[in-house]
């Protein structure tokens, strides 16, 4: 692993409480690494197990899927769809060797701007640990 | 014990009745140990139906497999029973099915036939090689009679029972209309020797073992299709748009593949075993199905095909579900 | 219509709030190279009005179909865009946001860094716009009517307020008479106003009101439906009395065999009614009714040699056979206002309510002190000989309120101001008595409250910071054991009269209103609002919106306030006449949906239903989406195992190219 590796990761926010506490670590000009590439969905329910499997092929060297934390989901439930499936997902990860570091779920409520950089810092140095993703990334780019 | 007549009897009259399509059982093949299905409509057929160690097909497939034909205009769709024989792993499949309305509880006859476990078709051609006429194999106490052209011989239970069986829980049907003979003792203890021997090794040997398996998959899909849980009109890993994997035979590909299926199996794997038996390749499915089977089992206490009233793993949840992982 | 993607990308400098940080120029021109994309601008101020003319001039003259605009979060301005959109005839839903301020400039200070991860956002939503589809919102006709449950003062004024609007209202009231909690007190605080005088013009207002249908003793059984147009079967208890013959003498209830011999709910107990009763003098609708796990003749099947009410009524109302009745309506807002329940003091043990006749609770006292109460407002305890005056009187606040161990952390907002309000009544009533309040804080923070609070000080009113461990008896007296935490001083004291200043807690079957509407309970198990600031009367549940003490504990003002606020959320409803459904819903692919039903128990909202459909002459099941029940969460579509069921906007097809440019694999 070279000096330079710079990770790449891909997250998964929900619209209500991850996004806008990003939103919120945004207005309150809070730094941290760019190394984070966001994609915008309504629930952290609605993130596809598949998606996480797909962003590590298609060359992420890390996920992140975060939510609002138990009990305040927007929908009321789906972040508890997202732990039950991701905690599986994580398992099934480390188990064919994919290292755990790579794959993360996160709470960060509209109002955590600063827990959001502190799951950033935390997620990019786990990537950076784990070091880049070559196990099955895919060759050529999709589109 | 096996009561091939009470068997035939009970086939005999099942197909004999107005509400029944047919009878899925097994008969003897028409090569060395394998067998293959009957679907028998008439009956007299029934003397072709066996009961036996190697009755190792997982038939709940077929309930899923068959094609809803077209119904000509002004005729009246098929709405008959499907009469089934199940071991107890394939009547998991069955309830499983049932749970998430694959198939519906009156359409189908479940004839239950509890089971001493299977034989390792590979182990068994490989201790009796080149052999062509079709063998005929019997349970004895703590061993299989296999009876050779040239004379019966016995091997040890241990030695030829198939890896799904080693450890089975489940010998007996879970679910039947009808149950064929006494129930056999269980056992197994739910430990998985090959899961515990892969998650002590690190990530690295991890990845090794399973980038070697990968790599030689063929991608033929015969896993998918022999697997009684895979029924999807059009499996989404097939599909173009979107396109989630690519045709090409790589690590990539393959590796995302399984995944994705293992992933869709989650508390609904009912460890019936055919995804590695059909595997063309020996690539040990099992083992990657059954770590989910034990995670769901140990950290979530479910285990799926068991009760048809019971709301399915996926779409269910608990408030205090494990959540340590989460930061 | 060639719907080839042709896309315009603008990146707003958002003054320099971007363009300090991200070299917007390179980011534009980056864009301009990417596939589909016709033009791609950089602007100061893309929300201004030239910003927005720009795009609505491409749209015009480059024939644009799909925009991407890279400035500030979606939360801030994708409606305002959208409308961009519209405006020009283009469906608004072909619009794509990149955040490149929030997400970007703010939060990253190497402005190269910042600029390759600006190309990356923007590249991200090309990729995703090239494949958006036109979505439209449906609007829904709503119901002009309301069903308002619990016939409280929340219930009375909400159902007032919508039939003053010249709307119908269904008001369902559990018990015979409306009037609810604040009909059981005497008077009010801080201003003393008689509670009586002021509520019962309000139900009987209820009662006469033509656009009111007044369906008391009578339970919700069944709601279905979604916002706008909900369909209710309400179950009307049998009374056993014809309502349309009572005329409210009361002669029935002075006549019956067990008169004077049942606990009078109305009175808390501290006095009895007969087993045909009115709950109240003022009671509305005034009928009265009997109480069937009473009435000897509806439990045994006989009563003497013959019901004496049946005997003793001259207008021949009372029917025994009378039978319940469903009542079927149509409403296109439903009101929660069912209220509360007080603390049940028997759960701290030590203060000795089960066990001593002199301990009680202030709604027991507040039913001693009320005129129509059955002392005639005298303050006695006891019976006959053992009939006594109290002379020591002492207030125990916060009893089931801020307490974790009977699993209460809330306060319960009323009880320091009822107990002051007490304190003062008992004053009044006997001056000679002394009183005091054991409080771990006085919380006087509403209107007057303050004032109020020194008035009864003044008036004498001992005030002792500490919470009693225990009371106990020693001869005639009440001991209360406590600690005077000002003086740290160790506190015997020997009183006659121990009040509880029970909290409010959520009704005991709170949990049938959440079966029937599908809400969800806060923490402290009140009904949980769908946000706690800007939309407390709103629940998860469109056109549910929630009044009174059934969301948290509240006085009597803050109460109609939130009753008016819920009344004026459905009349915004009911008087638009349609309801806007929104367009990121899902749908299902019917023709590769297996029918498991997996989507069915996901959803929250029980939006999706399975439903039998012809394939190829097959009946065979597939999930179906209510549209005006989902909200567009997704969590259907990433549970389902073959992808059929989909979210509009959020397509897997959608986002995986976003996967592909985000993750690069190069």
Not at chain 2, 211 to 231: G, L, T, V, W
Not at chain 3, 603 to 610: F, M, Q, V
Request: aromatic share 8%; hydrophobic share 35%.
């Amino acid at each position: 692993m070279s000096e330079q590796y710079d990770p790449n990761i891909v997250a998964f926010l929900c619209n209500w409480c991850s996004y806008a506490g990003a939103d919120l670590a945004g207005t309150s000009r809070t730094h941290y690494p760019a190394n984070i590439n966001i994609i915008r969905v309504m629930c952290s329910g609605r993130v596809n197990p598949l998606f996480i499997i797909n962003a590590l092929q298609q060359g992420a060297d890390g996920v992140l899927v975060s939510g609002c934390h138990p009990g305040d989901c927007h929908y009321m439930e789906g972040n508890f769809y997202a732990r039950r499936r991701f905690g599986l997902m994580k398992e099934l990860l480390e188990y064919v060797g994919v290292d755990p570091k790579r794959f993360n779920m996160s709470w960060v409520s509209a109002s955590e701007g600063s827990k959001w950089k502190d799951v950033v810092e935390d997620v990019v140095e786990k990537a950076k640990e784990a070091g880049p993703f070559e196990q099955f990334r895919r060759n050529k780019i999709n589109w | 014990m096996v009561d091939l007549e009470k068997l035939k009897n009970v086939a005999k009259d099942t197909v004999s009745r107005e509400d029944v399509k047919y009878l899925i059982g097994w008969r003897q093949g028409t090569y060395g140990f394998r067998v293959s299905p009957l679907f028998m409509t008439e009956p007299e057929d029934a003397d072709k139906l066996i009961f036996s160690p190697l009755c190792v097909n997982n038939l709940a497939t077929y309930l899923t497999l068959a094609e809803k034909l077209p119904v000509p205009r002004g005729a009246e769709p098929d709405t008959r029973k499907v009469a089934l024989m199940v071991k107890g792993c394939d009547s998991r499949a069955v309830v499983q099915q049932l749970i998430e309305k694959g198939i519906e509880r009156e359409s189908v006859l479940v004839i239950g036939c509890p089971c001493q476990g299977v034989l390792d078709l590979e182990k068994v051609e490989e201790k009796f090689p080149g052999i062509h006429s079709p063998v005929d194999v019997q349970w004895g106490d703590d061993k299989f009679i296999i009876n050779l052209p040239d004379g019966p011989q016995e091997v040890p239970r241990e030695e030829l029972l198939a890896k799904k069986c080693l450890n089975c829980r489940y010998p007996n049907p879970v679910m039947s209309d009808v149950m064929l003979w006494e129930e056999v003792e269980a056992w197994g203890n739910g430990e998985y020797a090959d899961v515990k021997e892969l998650e002590e090794k690190d990530s690295q040997a991890r990845w090794s073992f399973w980038q070697d398996k990968f790599e030689s998959c063929i991608r033929c899909y015969a896993c998918r299709n022999a697997c009684p849980m895979c029924y999807c009109e059009d499996c989404v890993l097939d599909r173009l748009n979107p396109q989630w994997i690519y045709r090409s035979n790589n690590i990539s590909e393959n590796t995302v593949f399984h995944l994705a299926r293992a992933f869709h199996l989650v508390g609904r794997c009912i460890e019936c075993g055919e995804c590695e038996r059909v595997c063309p390749m020996g690539l040990p499915l099992m083992t990657l199905n059954r770590k989910l089977v034990k995670e769901v089992r140990d950290k979530y206490d479910f285990e799926p095909g068991l009760d048809p009233e019971s709301k399915p793993f996926q779409s269910s949840y608990r408030p205090d579900d494990q959540e340590d992982f989460i930061l | 219509m060639n719907n080839k993607p042709k896309i315009g990308v603008y990146v707003c400098h958002c003054g320099i709030n971007i363009a300090k940080t991200v070299d917007v120029e390179a980011v534009s021109e980056f864009a301009s190279r990417l596939p589909n994309v016709k033009v791609a601008r950089n602007y100061s101020y893309m929300c201004s009005d030239p910003g927005q003319l720009l795009i609505r001039e491409d749209i015009k003259n480059e024939g644009l179909n799909r925009v991407v605009v890279a400035s500030c979060s979606p939360r801030m301005h994708e409606m305002t865009f959208r409308k961009t959109l519209a405006e020009t005839g283009l469906n608004p839903y072909y619009l794509e946001m990149a955040n490149i301020r929030e997400h970007c400039s703010w939060v990253h200070e190497d402005r190269e860094e910042a600029t390759e991860k600006a190309k990356k956002l923007v590249f991200s939503a090309v990729a995703k716009a090239r494949l958006l589809e036109p979505l439209y919102e449906n609007e829904v006709e709503v119901e002009p009517a309301t069903l308002v449950i619990g016939g409280g003062i929340a219930g009375i004024q909400a159902a007032l307020d919508i039939a003053d609007a010249g709307f119908k209202v269904y008001l369902v009231e559990k018990t015979p008479s409306v009037g609810g909690r604040m009909s059981q007190l005497d008077k009010t605080f801080p201003t003393l106003d008689c509670s009586a005088c002021i509520l019962t013009p309000k139900m009987v207002d209820v009662a006469s009101h033509p656009n009111i249908e007044l369906l008391a003793y009578s339970e919700v059984e069944e709601i279905s439906g979604y916002v706008g147009n909900f369909e209710v079967k309400v179950r009307k208890k049998a009374r056993y009395v014809d309502v349309n013959k009572c005329t409210g003498c009361g002669v029935c209830s002075e006549e019956c065999r067990l008169a004077g011999r049942i606990p009078s709910e109305f009175n808390a107990g501290m006095g009895n009614r007969a087993a045909i009763y009115l709950p109240f003098p003022q009671a509305v609708p005034a009928k009265y009714t009997i109480d069937p796990e009473r009435c000897l003749m509806l439990t045994r099947g006989k009563c003497g040699k013959g019901p004496k009410c049946e005997a003793a009524c001259a207008a021949g109302a009372i029917d025994f056979n009378q039978k319940d009745e469903i009542v079927e309506c149509k409403v296109g807002a439903i009101i929660v206002a069912t209220g509360f329940d007080v603390f049940d003091a028997a759960k701290k043990p030590e203060y000795g309510y089960n066990d001593y006749d002199n301990v009680i609770t202030a709604l027991e006292l507040e039913r001693l002190v009320s005129a129509s109460g059955p002392t005639g407002g005298n303050i006695v305890l006891g019976k006959g000989e053992d009939a006594f005056v109290p002379q020591e009187v002492a207030f125990i606040s916060c009893v089931g309120s801020r307490d974790k161990s009977v699993g209460n952390e809330y306060c319960s907002r009323v009880c320091c101001m009822y107990t002051a309000k007490l304190a003062h009544l008992v004053k009044e009533k006997l001056p000679e008595a002394n009183v005091r309040v054991y409080y771990m804080d006085v919380r006087a923070f509403g209107k007057g409250f303050e004032e109020f609070y020194d008035r009864v000080r003044r008036e004498g009113v001992r005030y002792i910071r500490g919470n009693p461990s225990e009371i106990f008896k020693r001869g005639d007296k009440l001991v209360i054991k406590a600690e005077d935490t000002l003086r740290s001083t160790p506190i015997e004291d020997e009183v006659d009269l121990v009040v509880l200043a029970v909290g409010l807690e959520p009704r005991r079957d709170a949990r049938q209103i959440i079966d029937l509407l599908r809400l969800s309970q806060s923490a402290d198990r009140f009904y949980l609002e769908a946000h706690p600031k800007l939309a407390p009367v709103n629940t998860a549940t469109d056109g549910v919106f929630l009044a009174g003490c059934s969301q948290g504990p509240k006085d009597i003002p803050d109460t109609v306030a939130q009753a008016k606020g819920a009344a004026s959320s459905a009349l915004v409803l009911l008087s638009s006449g349609k309801v806007k459904i929104g367009a990121q819903i899902s749908f299902v692919n019917e023709a590769t949906c297996r029918g498991c039903g997996y989507c069915v128990e996901i959803c929250p909202y029980g939006a999706i239903e399975l439903v039998t459909v012809n394939r190829m002459g097959n009946m065979v099941q597939v999930a179906r989406v209510n549209e005006a029940l989902c909200k567009g969460c997704g969590a259907c579509s990433a549970g389902c195992l073959s992808g059929s069921i989909q979210q509009k906007s959020f397509m897997d097809r959608q986002i995986l190219p976003q996967i592909a440019v985000l993750g690069g694999v190069k």
